[in-house]
């Protein structure tokens, strides 16, 4: 999965955060404004997701089980790969106060319980993956996932990918006192940190 | 000005090893907490020195009206129903606010730039008592002349405090020195947000504002070199200590983190 | 309000105990082996001596010292939540006394290295006290004369509560019932439950 975009939506729909990584197609990219839309429509859309769900569903709900099971180092270098290359840019890469060589190694409960988790289209899927804080992580992906068991496979890396955003999040963003929350994040290791997250899933 | 050399630890024998090694397994077990938030109580010093002269300033005002102007602590961004929100971004603009104090009331910003300078030499005068107390084997109280003293400093109270050495150490060996930073840690994820700006400024003058903006946070370990230096013999009216940014080398700049280094000069008058 | 009352509330509580043992793990492995740490004589030293320095600006109006405490630590609590749930992703609690078990196992633990008790809930089961032995940042602190009534040294653990279940939409009074260092027996912080913020909760949350 090589990723496109990374952006981050507030609580109240507002862009805070917003990166493209692919240099290729500039020629169909947003401009600012078009991104401000985009956030504020995710947004709507996954609020009124959690309202359509199905009366029968409410009634007698089935047991789904939330846990995303862990997929190691997803976007940080594997230090047992073979790859020399990848174990000197292990001892080098610093998660910062997260220590070891991941940022967690378990398996978590999402969050999102009934919003939007994965929008797949023909030409690019969608990850997102909101926080108890209702900070909301969206992952523009260019490969398509296909329906099934590759989708949620799919699904559960972005998740893991996700979060780990949001560990940097927490890092980088939460310790700047000129920061105020719900504004735009500016932090340039924030920035920094998560190229090398995206980097290092391809 | 020669250069005085900050040396590690050195491995000359076994005794000195062994003891180092049974210093740095009492300090393991020493009772520890999260760094993360000793960080944030030191960047919160700041707001707080504000805050701290904001009150006194409406307290002095007790007839008619107090006009707050640049020292009001509320937010003036529209759409702030999130309260958690409204109420950091509050104490986050105190920190934009005292930029603005340093040119509207220059009285008012040394006396919390003083403030902040104190809290930090109430711990630099307590800290060498506590690390004499730790018995770290390299360290040798007795005899400290100047030059080791500021070793002292750059090596063992800034491990201690901040997470890491000062790069740099120069002296010309009659009183002055100036220890460098180049990657002061508490600032190392400041970020200056522009939208809270008034004006839009050109991306020269944003960092000259970033500079401006973070000044008052070096205060702190101004403050810590001159409470160490107190606490080992030289009283605080003898020493001069300021802080200036640095630039950093172009092997030391990396992308992110802060763009300059700090400069701390200090000037000790012997009688 | 509306929580879901299990029937087995206390922690001692059999089928309970799993969970808290979780939580207690999650708790201790991510202190050890998760997290920078800086030395607690340090902190202490610090926070003393901003404690002290307000008790000295605002000359003796301690409720003003307790506010300026309050506030730091609220500011630090918006900010230690969205650390504390990256690290942990831990689920939405879904009763109050899931949520003291959280805050006292893991959230303390890895911020602190302390683990405080819960005790005292009241007959509502939405008021909790969260006691320590000795006041937790007060190493070798002896009040100011005068403070002894009035001041609560450790204000800033109300603020940090305060901010960080307001930003997980619980809307709580937190504050402190007694101190050592007041002559008390124990160090008691009172959590207690207004409302959950229905309202803020985020969408896709059921």
């Not at chain 1, 991941?102 to 023909?122: A, C, V």
């Not at chain 1, 969206?138 to 990918?161: H, I, M, R, T, Y």
């Not at chain 2, 007795?142 to 740099?168: E, T």
């Not at chain 2, 600032?187 to 973070?214: A, G, H, M, N, R």
Request: hydrophobic share 40%.
């Amino acid at each position: 999965m090589s990723i496109e975009a990374i952006l981050i939506v507030n609580k109240s729909g507002g862009l805070i955060y917003h990166r493209d990584f692919n240099n290729k197609t500039s020629a169909t990219h947003l401009n600012g404004n078009d991104y401000l839309i985009l956030a504020s429509t995710v947004h709507s859309v996954f609020a009124i997701a959690s309202q359509v769900t199905p009366k029968a569903l409410k009634l007698s709900p089935p047991k789904i089980d939330f846990t995303i099971p862990y997929h190691p180092y997803v976007g940080v270098p594997n230090p047992n790969s073979s790859n020399t290359s990848n174990r000197r840019t292990v001892s080098s890469q610093k998660l910062g106060s997260f220590k070891g060589p991941d940022f967690f190694n378990g398996p978590f409960t999402s969050w999102n319980k009934s919003g939007i988790r994965q929008l797949i289209t023909d030409h690019f899927t969608m990850y997102i993956y909101q926080s108890l804080t209702g900070l909301k992580f969206v992952a523009l992906g260019s490969s398509v996932a296909v329906l099934g068991k590759n989708a949620a496979v799919s699904n559960e890396v972005a998740d893991n990918f996700l979060r780990k955003v949001y560990c940097v999040y927490s890092e980088y963003v939460m310790k700047d006192p000129f920061y105020s929350l719900e504004m735009p994040i500016k932090s340039k290791t924030f920035d920094q940190s998560v190229k090398s997250l995206v980097d290092n899933l391809l | 000005m020669s250069q005085a050399s900050v040396p590690g630890v050195a491995n000359d024998g076994t005794g000195a090893v062994s003891q180092q090694r049974q210093y740095e397994l009492e300090q393991e077990a020493m009772p520890k907490l999260n760094r993360t938030v000793f960080q944030m109580v030191l960047n919160e010093i700041i707001p707080m020195a504000y805050a701290v002269e904001v009150s006194k300033t409406v307290q002095k005002d007790e007839t008619g009206e107090v006009a707050m102007g640049s020292l009001s602590l509320e937010s003036t961004v529209p759409g702030d129903d999130n309260t958690a929100a409204r109420r950091m971004r509050s104490s986050v603009m105190a920190v934009y606010n005292l930029a603005k104090l340093a040119e509207e009331d220059e009285d008012k910003y040394n006396s919390v730039l003083k403030r902040i300078e104190s809290l930090g030499t109430s711990i630099g005068s307590k800290i060498s008592d506590m690390l004499i107390f730790a018995k770290n084997p390299s360290i040798s109280f007795k005899n400290m002349d100047l030059l080791s003293v500021m070793k002292f400093i750059c090596r063992d109270v800034w491990k201690h405090v901040f997470g890491k050495q000062i790069d740099n150490l120069k002296t010309n060996h009659r009183g002055t020195f100036y220890l460098i930073d180049l990657d002061y840690a508490p600032i190392q994820d400041f970020t200056v947000e522009p939208s809270v700006l008034e004006e839009q400024l050109s991306e020269e003058d944003l960092q000259i504002y970033e500079l401006k903006l973070v000044e008052p946070f070096l205060q702190f370990p101004v403050g810590i070199i001159k409470g160490v230096l107190h606490s080992l013999g030289h009283p605080l009216d003898k020493v001069v200590c300021l802080a200036t940014y640095a630039d950093k080398p172009k092997e030391k700049s990396k992308v992110g983190g802060f763009p300059k280094g700090i400069n701390f000069h200090v000037q000790i008058t012997n009688n | 309000m509306p929580q879901s009352r299990s029937s087995s509330l206390s922690s001692s509580n059999p089928a309970n105990a799993p969970q808290v043992r979780h939580l207690k793990a999650l708790g201790d492995d991510t202190w050890k082996n998760k997290v920078e740490k800086v030395n607690a004589e340090f902190f202490h030293l610090t926070y003393g001596t901003i404690v002290a320095q307000l008790c000295e600006e605002y000359a003796g109006d301690y409720a003003r010292v307790n506010g300026e405490l309050f506030q730091i630590g609220y500011n630090l609590g918006v900010r230690l939540i969205e650390d504390f749930l990256a690290r942990t992703a831990l689920p939405r609690c879904d009763t109050f006394l899931k949520t003291s078990e959280v805050v006292s196992k893991c959230a303390f633990k890895i911020f602190l290295n302390l683990t405080p008790e819960v005790a005292h809930w009241n007959a509502a089961r939405d008021s909790f006290d969260l006691v320590f032995g000795e006041n937790p940042l007060a190493e070798h602190v002896e009040l100011p004369p005068g403070a002894s009534g009035q001041l609560w040294f450790s204000n800033v653990l109300c603020g940090v509560l305060r901010g960080a279940l307001e930003m997980v939409q619980l809307d709580c009074d937190v504050e402190f019932v007694s101190d050592t260092l007041r002559g008390d027996m124990s160090t008691d912080i009172r959590v207690k439950l207004n409302k959950v913020l229905r309202d803020e909760i985020p969408a896709g949350e059921d």
